[in-house]
């Protein structure tokens, strides 16, 4: 099918975006089509806006509209003196949710994967060990996910993590809250049961 | 989770578009944000190009960059006789990629559908009618999905094309070509058995 060259280069350049195929970007195109103008300027003008502000923090390197350091890293009610390392910002975003952890976050962007070319380098481990080791930080809890590349990633960060009198943890991998146990798959439940808690003192 | 809100902005624009939770918009979001600000700008600017170009046929309602009728209307080559009506501008691909076709289309623009407000008014069956009765129209083919929606639009169009030698025609509903008579369902083998067609004759 030969479309439009107008609506074709908007197929094709939602169509690079993760997750959107050329049916989808077809879709999304004559839907955006069918909008106010007002509406499509409006999103047009976001992805600029974002382009222009959006940045990396200095410190925790997680995104910030902020130059320098971000709102986080600059809040003194948090604790300083723990790191939460978290793959990229929507895992930082989980924790968050959580309401259960007041430290600071470390943001590595990605998972060490060497087959597709993320090695020690590419992700901000260099930045991790330079801040652990120049401030007072007590614990460094490594929030990966608990698959191959999370788990060769936390490895390695424990490894390299080699200093005086700091805590490294990684959180619990068990039955999922709510979860049953006949349905559980079996390395969970065999990760729960090593991982299993006294109750009676 | 507070995002920054040059962040915050992509993500809800993104999480308008057809397909679209906030998780994805948010992967979009954050894979945007690593691209160069060249194929940013390309993406922004395609939208917006697409908005102040692409438009609808004055004919056969198709999207079109060119202003009036567009390049397949105004194709001597394709015959003028016969009208395939579409549903919409994939429809029109798809049945244009067969290549079997050489005739003009016509593009509803939607199905009848009452409950949610798409009516016989919502629909550019007025101008099909005034097409077909205005020139030399011979066949219309009602090449709709058979889906409640486009089996109620084509008795609808098939009624109101009440134009004296004039064929309205539908795509013959059956078994898919390379599919297993055992697991077609049973509406479909129905249909399939109900237009069988004769071999020795």
């Not at 790191?83 to 929507?90: H, K, S, Y």
Request: net charge negative.
């Amino acid at each position: 099918m030969n479309y439009p060259l107008s609506l074709q280069s908007v197929i094709d350049e939602l169509g690079r975006l993760p997750g959107v195929g050329p049916k989808s970007a077809t879709r999304m195109a004559l839907w955006l089509m069918r909008q106010d103008r007002h509406d499509i300027d409006r999103l047009a003008q976001s992805i600029v806006h974002m382009a222009d502000t959006l940045t990396l923090c200095d410190v925790c390197f997680n995104v910030t509209d902020d130059a320098g350091s971000c709102r986080m890293c600059s809040d003194d009610r948090r604790d300083r003196s723990i790191i939460c390392v978290v793959e990229d910002t929507p895992a930082l975003g989980a924790v968050e949710a959580t309401g259960a952890f007041h430290g600071q976050y470390h943001v590595l962007g990605g998972l060490l994967d060497p087959l597709s070319g993320v090695t020690l380098e590419s992700l901000k481990i260099r930045e991790l060990l330079q801040r652990v080791k120049s401030s007072d930080v007590k614990e460094v809890i490594l929030c990966l996910s608990p698959t191959v590349e999370g788990d060769a990633t936390a490895l390695q960060l424990a490894r390299l993590l080699d200093v005086p009198n700091l805590v490294v943890s990684q959180p619990a991998a068990g039955l999922p809250v709510g979860g049953d146990v006949e349905f559980a798959d079996a390395v969970t439940l065999a990760r729960a049961v090593e991982g299993r808690l006294t109750l009676n003192n």
